[in-house]
């Protein structure tokens, strides 16, 4: 059973979102601040995290960047910013999906069913290993080495370097890129970087 940690300080959300996962077969936890859920994800490490971005106490983002320094657990980031900056500022510190407030409970549970079961997949494939001059890039165990040197990165910036060491030598704009890795993040693997020109 894949175990998601719900972090929100209300707790009528809480409740709806622990809801609708369990009806999909997930075990559910609860946090309501950004240092009780650092807590938990050191402790208890689940498989994802449904991180809010308003919070008491740390923030979502600075919680966030905290679980970076020990943990590469999955984190869908929701957030009632839709601002693109913050976006960015949440992919900046190892995001990989957000949803913005209000979002229907139902689509939360089918991006994050959406996110491991993309996990799952590249894990059983077991695609061939990269090399590139003393880089390796493996996307089964989605570890990287530069000169044998393990190389943290979270899990955007691995699929944005899968992405681009699977092409070598060809160029692609900032847009081509965060479109393929957002698909990524949706659970579409295989879809490749749109083939047209850079804009």
């Known amino acids: 059973m894949r175990r998601v940690l719900v972090v929100d300080d209300e ?13 999909d077969g997930f075990a559910v936890s609860e946090a ?7 807590r938990q994800i050191r402790q208890d490490a ?20 905290q679980v970076r320094t020990f943990s590469d657990v999955y984190v869908i980031v929701v957030t009632a910013r839709t601002e693109e900056v913050d976006k960015l500022v949440g992919l900046g510190v190892g995001a ?6 209000p979002f229907s409970p139902r689509e939360v549970a089918a ?3 959406a996110v491991l079961r993309r996990d799952r997949a590249v894990r059983q494939a077991g695609p061939a290993v990269l090399r590139f001059d003393g880089l390796t890039v493996d996307p089964g165990t989605r570890e990287v080495h ?6 943290g990165l979270s899990a955007l910036e691995f699929d944005l370097l899968a992405a681009l060491a699977e092409a070598p030598g060809r160029v692609y704009s900032r847009r081509q890129l965060l479109e393929w890795a957002w698909a990524a993040r949706a659970g ?12």
């Open 32 to 38: 309501a601040d950004g240092e009780e859920a650092v």
């Open 46 to 65: 689940p498989d994802l995290v449904l991180l809010d971005v308003m919070l008491p106490g740390i923030d979502g983002i600075e919680a966030l960047r």
């Open 111 to 113: 991006r994050v069913k």
């Open 96 to 101: 990989d999906d957000y949803v913005t407030k």
């Open 146 to 151: 530069a000169g044998g040197t393990p190389v």
């Open 11 to 23: 707790p009528h959300i809480r409740a709806v979102l622990r809801g609708y996962l369990e009806a």
């Open 188 to 199: 579409r693997p295989g879809r490749c970087i749109p083939r047209s020109s850079p804009r």
